[in-house]
């Protein structure tokens, strides 16, 4: 059973169970206070393993069997075996990851809460664009004749989830899906370069010029 089906049960069964279930989601969520004054850093990552309610759990968990699937065989291709423990790990400190800024900027906000895998799986979507970044990726309501280059996407994503983080408002956060974006990046980038020799960021900009100049 490959480490993503194994987080994507896990994950599902947690959610399914915690809508339900308010003491566990008091339990497992997002709650910057409780880290604070308690210590309870576990919730960067038991956060990860619940959702609000179907759609949100549905869409993130959508998003990341198509894209890790993929990406954890690409892992244990550069790697080997080990890689999919690599992917492992990369999966884990991406929940924690993508929450520090959020942490930071909310330590005593008594009203602050947030749930949900998003900034992970974005690590695992940057991962895949990064090392196919002319793979076409588009939405899932559109026809297949819209998808554009993955790194365009990858690039227009950051852009408006900038955007909408400046902005403010609404129940989404967007800084951890634009630090998981970048974590997914840089991960990949160091142990690469430490574990496997290879210059992974010099292969991603050669095939984005490739492109550039095609045009």
Request: with cysteine; proline share 4%; hydrophobic share 50%.
């Amino acid at each position: 059973m490959s480490i993503t089906l194994i987080i994507l049960i896990l994950t599902c069964a947690t959610s399914i169970i915690a809508f339900k279930n308010q003491k566990l989601v008091d339990d497992l969520i997002f709650y910057p206070p409780a880290i604070t004054e308690r210590k309870q850093y576990y919730r960067f990552i038991t956060c990860g393993f619940i959702h609000a309610n179907v759609p949100h759990l549905a869409f993130n968990m959508y998003s990341f069997w198509i894209f890790g699937e993929y990406v954890e065989i690409l892992f244990m291709t550069i790697f080997g075996p080990i890689g999919r423990w690599y992917y492992l790990v990369m999966y884990i400190t991406a929940l924690v990851v993508c929450l520090l800024p959020t942490y930071v900027k909310n330590k005593t906000n008594y009203n602050y809460r947030s749930l949900g895998a998003s900034g992970a799986v974005s690590a695992v979507i940057f991962a895949f664009i990064f090392l196919n970044p002319l793979q076409g990726i588009g939405l899932i309501f559109l026809p297949r004749e819209f998808m554009i280059p993955g790194f365009l996407f990858g690039f227009l994503y950051l852009v408006l989830s900038s955007y909408l983080d400046k902005k403010g408002g609404g129940n989404i956060n967007h800084s951890a899906h634009i630090w998981g974006a970048v974590y997914g990046i840089v991960f990949l980038i160091i142990i690469a370069y430490l574990f496997a020799g290879k210059n992974l960021l010099t292969r991603f900009l050669e095939a984005v010029q490739s492109y550039v100049v095609s045009y």
